[in-house]
Nanobody, 121 residues
Framework: VQLQASGGGLVQAGGSLRLSCAAPGRYAMGWFRQTPRQEREFVAAITWRGGNKYHAAAVRGRFTISRGAENTVFLQMNNLRPEDTAVYYC????????????????????WGQGTQVTVSS
């Protein structure tokens, strides 16, 4: 399964970006981010049917995960801060019906290549 993440770039603090992740089917999806100094960090997740959405405390109220058409998942990022600078990865989990920790990276089966987000102060 190949995930195509896009939408990263360079933006000033307070600006916005929208990340996209295209999947070949319908999956539970998550966004994570990583910097050279930190482990991969949970950002947001959406369930297979899209009925439940989760956002990390650090981004709640600024970032929003959503589903679009054609099995695409978006991460709308507003009011960006320099500390949001990272490589952002989308991840997909096969629908299983089992309970899982949506914020755990090992809960996901497939990963995209990452897209760089840089926020200047």
């Amino acid at each position: 399964v190949q995930l195509q993440a896009s939408g990263g770039g360079l933006v000033q603090a307070g600006g916005s970006l929208r990340l996209s992740c295209a999947a070949p089917g319908r999956y539970a999806m998550g966004w994570f981010r990583q910097t050279p100094r930190q482990e991969r960090e949970f950002v947001a997740a959406i369930t297979w049917r899209g009925g439940n959405k989760y956002h990390a405390a650090a981004v709640r109220g600024r970032f929003t995960i959503s589903r679009g058409a054609e099995n695409t998942v978006f991460l709308q990022m507003n009011n960006l801060r320099p500390e949001d600078t990272a490589v952002y990865y989308c991840a997909a989990r096969e629908p299983s019906g089992s309970v899982y920790d949506h914020s755990a990276s090992n809960a996901y089966d497939y990963w995209g290549q990452g897209t760089q987000v840089t926020v200047s102060s």
